[in-house]
């Protein structure tokens, strides 16, 4: 397969850009660029817990949102960008502690709406949360 990727960047270039963010403050880190998806973990913890102690729902939207916008922004060409305009979020799991990997993956690339797949699976590999976020292409 050919990688979709128009930028060239390294996962410790990758991880800086959420530096002083939600992104870092939530603990996610980007962990894998594959030809054609990305990949992250979070940890489950106060940060990103709810009052009874389960993965919050919007911690696991934050990641999704994050981790499709990098992906948008990576797939488009140098003097463009991307912006978030619609995410939809499906919970199937409740997860209470370790980490969770979320698995981001394109869906449609177009010129000027991409939308993007995102799995997020918890330490045995089972679906956790699905979640789709459609991205603008600014040029």
């Given at each position: 397969?050919?990688?979709?990727?128009?930028?060239?960047?390294?996962?410790?270039?990758?991880?800086?850009?959420?530096?002083?963010?939600?992104?870092?403050?939530?603990?996610?880190?980007?962990?894998?660029?594959?030809?054609?998806?990305?990949?992250?973990?979070?940890?489950?913890?106060?940060?990103?817990?709810?009052?009874?102690g389960l993965l919050?729902?919007?911690?696991?939207?934050?990641?999704?949102?994050?981790?499709?916008?990098?992906?948008?922004?990576?797939?488009?060409?140098?003097g463009s960008s991307?912006?978030?305009?619609?995410?939809?979020?499906?919970?199937?799991?409740?997860?209470?502690?370790?980490?969770?990997?979320?698995?981001?993956?394109?869906?449609?690339?177009?010129?000027?709406?991409?939308?993007?797949?995102?799995?997020?699976?918890?330490?045995?590999?089972?679906?956790?949360?699905?979640?789709?976020?459609?991205?603008?292409?600014?040029?």
């Open positions: 397969m050919t990688a979709i990727w128009k930028r060239s960047i390294d996962l410790p270039a990758l991880n800086a850009m959420g530096e002083n963010s939600l992104v870092a403050h939530l603990g996610i880190v980007f962990t894998l660029i594959g030809d054609d998806y990305l990949e992250a973990t979070m940890p489950v913890d106060a940060r990103t817990q709810q009052p009874f919050h729902g919007g911690a696991s939207v934050v990641l999704a949102e994050s981790m499709g916008s990098i992906a948008g922004y990576l797939a488009v060409e140098e991307v912006v978030g305009v619609e995410v939809n979020a499906s919970h199937h799991r409740a997860v209470s502690a370790g980490l969770v990997r979320g698995i981001c993956r394109p869906l449609h690339l177009g010129k000027r709406i991409q939308s993007w797949q995102i799995e997020i699976r918890n330490g045995r590999d089972q679906l956790c949360c699905s979640a789709r976020l459609s991205v603008a292409v600014l040029s």
